[in-house]
């Protein structure tokens, strides 16, 4: 960014990722060590967004505790009074700016109480990084702190990695797609079990599904590791530390064709199968001629994306199959994922987006997009965070063959919509 400040942000938080990775772990509590309001904006951020309730709690630190405790009180204090109310199987403990700044040793703070609970630190400051960085930093530490070195394979196993930016519906798609090829899939995290919007017995409690703390104990014995996503490709090169047995496959972004072609014919190879299954092959018939189909509507079409990077790649890569002619793209934070875009690339906010507004038709954003897009009179597509004015978000799937013909055909209905 080449501005001295940010205005009218685009970014999001690291601990808002890290929060987001725990909630994705069955039976966890995040234990956010921070002020009181970092935890509540985040918990209706996410409430609203997902229509779900969230699963948070907060050290609460306030003026008097940063000087005087050294972080060993606040989190204990914390801890003893999440497990007076619930019983939870692991507590992810993530830091905000205050804290860091401060320097709560948390590693510390974490060993003084693994007697009494199951515990995984990680240091997410909001003065670096984002959404997708914390998010990953949370793996990170999850893969680091909990899995257990292996020698030995299951061929039958396969570990997805995905983005902070893959919905609940994408991650669940994914897996489905990988269990095609006779493989048993574990995603970490897991959200399409517990934000997918499922009417659960008691929700809020804690996270009201994910993988378990048992199933990611062993999951260095999986055949297979899938990263999806820049941002968690050194997710999964730690797993191959934890067991160099394991083969990994990395994809930046599994939107549209070439992508999809690539993914399935990784999977072909790697399990030595010469043909996919049908509905594989149904599917990617169906995108060739949605890519016929909405050509006209896209075709030529100027259009601007402010998303997370690997959401950025992802939607660039869909849309530009038809035609699209993306002029410029504006990521919150800095990524190696935006290098291969030969657009206009913009590390800034949503004055940037106006900026670039009015020579493009259409604006692929969050919710905060609408009121630009409604003064400058252009089209909007809604994505990544937050989505507050529809339902549903958690299902909406962009990913492989399918993903992809119902972003094409959702985008080509907006445009024609746009110019009528």
């Known amino acids: 960014m080449t501005k001295p400040l940010q205005i009218n942000p685009l970014k999001l938080s690291q601990p808002m990722g890290a929060l987001l990775a725990f ?8 234990l956010m060590h921070g002020a009181q309001g970092c935890a509540s904006f985040s918990k209706v951020f996410f409430t609203r967004h997902f229509n779900d309730p969230i699963a948070v709690q907060t050290t609460a630190v306030n003026d008097i505790t940063a000087i005087v405790d050294g972080g060993d009180y606040s989190i204990s204090e914390a801890v003893k009074n ?27 703070a974490a060993y003084l109480l693994k007697d009494t609970q199951k515990m995984v630190y990680v240091h997410t400051p909001d003065f670096e990084g984002g959404l997708e960085s914390g998010f990953a930093k949370a793996i990170e530490a999850i893969i680091e702190q909990l899995v257990e070195p292996q020698n030995n394979i299951d061929e039958r196993k396969a570990l997805l990695i995905p983005n902070v930016n893959m919905t609940p519906i994408e991650i669940e798609k994914l897996k489905e797609q990988i269990s095609l090829f006779g493989f048993e899939p574990f ?4 959200l399409s079990d517990s934000l997918d919007g499922h009417l659960g017995l008691k929700q809020g409690a804690l996270s009201s599904g994910g993988i378990s ?13 899938i990263s999806v996503g820049n941002s968690v490709e050194k997710c999964a090169q730690m797993m191959k530390e934890k067991n160099p047995s394991l083969t990994h496959l990395h994809f930046d972004s599994l939107g549209g064709l070439s992508n999809s072609d690539k993914f399935y014919k990784a999977l072909l190879e790697f399990k030595h199968i010469d043909t996919p299954s049908p509905s594989i092959v149904r599917w ?26 690997d959401q950025i790649l992802s939607v660039v890569s869909t849309i530009t199959e038809a035609g699209a002619n993306v002029k410029t793209v504006i990521s919150p934070t800095k990524s190696s994922a935006l290098d291969t875009l030969t657009c206009k690339v913009i590390i800034g ?6 900026n670039e507004l009015e020579q493009n038709d259409l604006l ?32 909406k799937n962009d990913f492989l063959y399918e993903g992809s013909t119902y972003l094409l055909f959702e985008i080509a209905n907006i445009l024609e919509h746009y110019k009528h």
Not at 187 to 190: E, G, I, K, T
Not at 371 to 393: I, Q, S
């Open 349 to 354: 906010d949503f004055e940037d987006v106006e």
């Open 23 to 30: 909630l994705g772990i069955k039976n966890t509590m995040p």
């Open 213 to 225: 703390i048992e199933e990611i104990k062993k999951l260095a014995e999986c055949a297979l590791v």
């Open 364 to 395: 692929i954003s969050n919710f905060h997009g609408e009121r630009l897009t409604k003064k400058h009179n252009k089209a909007l597509m809604l994505r990544g965070f937050p989505n507050y004015e529809g339902l549903g978000y958690q299902l």
């Open 284 to 309: 990617r018939k169906r995108l060739q001629d949605a890519l016929l189909d909405t050509h006209f509507a896209i075709g030529g079409a100027n259009v601007i994306v402010a998303l997370e990077p």
């Open 187 to 190: 995603a970490l995290p897991d």
């Open 82 to 108: 999440i497990t007076k109310k619930v019983k939870p199987d692991l507590v992810g403990l993530f830091t905000t700016g205050l804290t860091e700044t401060k320097g709560d040793d948390i590693k510390g």
